[in-house]
């Protein structure tokens, strides 16, 4: 049958070599198509990078070329971009037999490729560290600079801080060994890599021993400990170390400590510190600006977000990404301005699940239920749990339990999503705030989950609505034993709630358990705002 001249000329790169069996010109050709689907890959096409593999390989073994490491190296890189470990490791296992001790150690160049691979492939840090010990073991690897960074980006990155931390060290006992961790003479980019994998585990002090220890600190270094600080949760460390020790800040360190004040309710200081930047005429980026509208957000002050969003409408279309149109439309919602958050969505040339979810969030939160359920049946996307719990909102606020129902009951079956404790508490809260105390008890009852405070507090917030003073004695009960904390604000409903039906005695009784705790009712907080943002405490 003839071939298909488009198709073919689409797989092809242009100006190749003629195809002349067992020559220079054809192992260039191959070379050539081979960094050109690698291309593909990195694009988003790793399919189309996954067939040219299987053709590719199969030339090469028809062709004698076998034992062409350039062209193995390709080959490598090739299944490194399509995330291919199975396909990387056989290829690698194909170009390099068992080593013998008395033999020369092989080049690390294709073992480095099979790590890069390994780590593109999303495998467990288990599956990373025992690859690398059968690299070192069978093949007699010599770790370098490039295997250690690999290897710690790819740990630094997966999931689980606590399962991060014996790997972090054996890693790090390797790269002592090898000479690439060292007071002396190590390599600077291992031990910024070392830092960042300490942070990733929450382990601070062993990230700033790191840092201490590196002969001459790169500024990539620097951030990357001010990052390590931010990330642990030391934001107070964080800013004594970007303000005092420090030799220089730029815009990526300013942008952390920014960031970081915006994500842990410092809102004030975020911009505090965004106004510090423009003084020291360091150039923000789309990054500082989605920290910025996050303060933004925070505090309510719409001024400043209209602002933002001017500026950044005035640096043109090359600034703008996704991550910073969700972020304003995150800002307009919370400020209140829903229409210029749906005018903005609808703007938006290229949107993400959080752009749909946000906006749909948006809606449902400022009494639009029904725009914003028929937003979410337009939805291009494919919806997550977070799209899926602020649809179940926007059914709640609006009273559509039977529609709440459907979405909650479709979930696994429609969307292929197993509900989470917060979907279970959203059908709860819905059923108490539409009077089906009943209903909602035996869902709570029915969890796959033990119930947490909040689902618990709609079920005393639904006995309030129905005067069950007896199902929420017993609930007030579990919740003091949830959050002793709280334990005053939940006694002080239970006995309001008695007090409302004149049984004075009962309120009486829990009075004198509240007086007993020595603790106050926590204190309500708003923001306002009035040229300069302030915290009102009732």
């Known amino acids: 049958m003839p071939r298909d001249p ?17 020559s220079r010109a054809l192992q260039q050709r191959l070379y050539l198509i081979a960094q050109h689907l690698s291309r593909s890959a990195r694009g988003g096409s790793p399919s189309a990078a996954g067939r040219g593999l299987d053709q590719l390989h199969a030339q090469l073994l028809l062709n004698g070329f076998a034992h062409k490491r350039f062209l193995f190296a390709k080959l490598l890189s090739l299944a490194a971009a399509a995330a291919d470990l199975p396909r990387a490791e056989s290829l690698f296992l194909s170009a390099s037999p068992p080593h013998h001790p008395a033999a020369p150690a092989p080049s690390p160049t294709l073992a480095n490729l099979l790590l890069r691979a ?17 690299l070192v073991g069978r093949h007699g690897l010599r770790p370098n600079a490039f295997s250690f960074s690999t290897l710690l980006a790819a740990l630094a990155s997966s999931a689980g801080a606590g399962a991060r931390l014996p790997h972090a060290h054996a890693l790090h006992a390797r790269a002592l060994v090898a000479g690439t961790v060292a007071p002396s003479g190590g390599s600077g980019h291992v031990m910024t890599s070392l830092v960042d994998v300490y942070a990733a585990a929450r382990q601070l002090g062993d990230a700033r021993k790191v840092f201490d220890e590196m002969p001459g600190k790169s500024v990539a270094a620097w951030n990357c400990m001010l990052a390590a600080y931010v990330r642990c949760g030391e934001l107070d460390a964080a800013l004594r170390f970007f303000g005092h020790e420090m030799p220089g800040q730029d815009a990526v360190a300013w942008t952390t400590v920014i960031s970081g004040c915006a994500n842990s309710g ?13 003084k020291a005429r360091v150039k923000d980026d789309a990054v500082t600006m989605v920290a910025l509208l996050t303060a933004c957000a925070e505090l309510g002050d719409l001024e400043l977000g209209r602002w933002v969003h001017a500026r950044v409408d005035g640096d ?61 049946h337009r939805m291009q996307e494919r919806p997550d749990g977070a799209t899926l719990l602020a649809v179940l909102r926007a059914c709640s606020h609006a009273g559509r339990i039977e529609d709440g129902r459907r979405y909650f009951e479709g979930m696994e079956r429609v969307y292929g999503i197993t509900p989470e404790i917060e979907h279970y508490g959203c059908m709860v809260d819905m059923l108490c705030r539409w009077r089906q105390l009943h209903e909602a008890l035996e869902l709570v009852e029915k969890m796959p989950f033990k119930p947490n405070e909040g689902a618990w507090g709609a079920i005393l917030s639904g006995c309030r609505r129905e005067g069950n003073l007896e199902l929420a004695a017993k609930v007030t009960d579990i919740l003091v034993e949830l ?20 049984q004075w005695e009962q309120a009486l009784m829990v009075r004198e358990r509240v007086a007993a705790l020595n603790a106050e009712k926590p204190a309500g907080r708003s923001w306002v705002n009035q040229n300069e943002s302030c915290v009102v405490v009732a």
């Open 6 to 22: 488009p198709r073919r000329a689409a797989l092809l790169p242009p100006n190749l070599p003629p195809h002349i069996p067992f």
């Open 266 to 278: 410092r809102a004030a200081e975020a911009v505090e510190l965004f106004m510090g930047m423009r």
């Open 118 to 134: 390994a780590a593109a492939s999303g495998a467990a840090p288990p599956v990373l560290l025992a690859l690398f010990s059968r």
């Open 483 to 502: 959050q002793p904390e709280r334990a005053a604000g939940h006694l002080v409903l239970l006995s309001n709630m008695y007090a409302g039906v004149g």
């Open 316 to 376: 043109g279309r090359q600034r703008r990404t996704v991550l910073l149109d969700n972020a304003l439309i995150h800002m307009y919602v919370k400020c209140g301005a829903v229409e210029d958050a749906f005018h903005m969505f609808l703007m938006m040339p290229t949107r993400s699940t959080i752009s749909w979810r946000t906006m749909i969030s948006g809606l449902a939160m400022h009494g639009r239920a029904q725009e914003a359920l028929d937003l979410f």
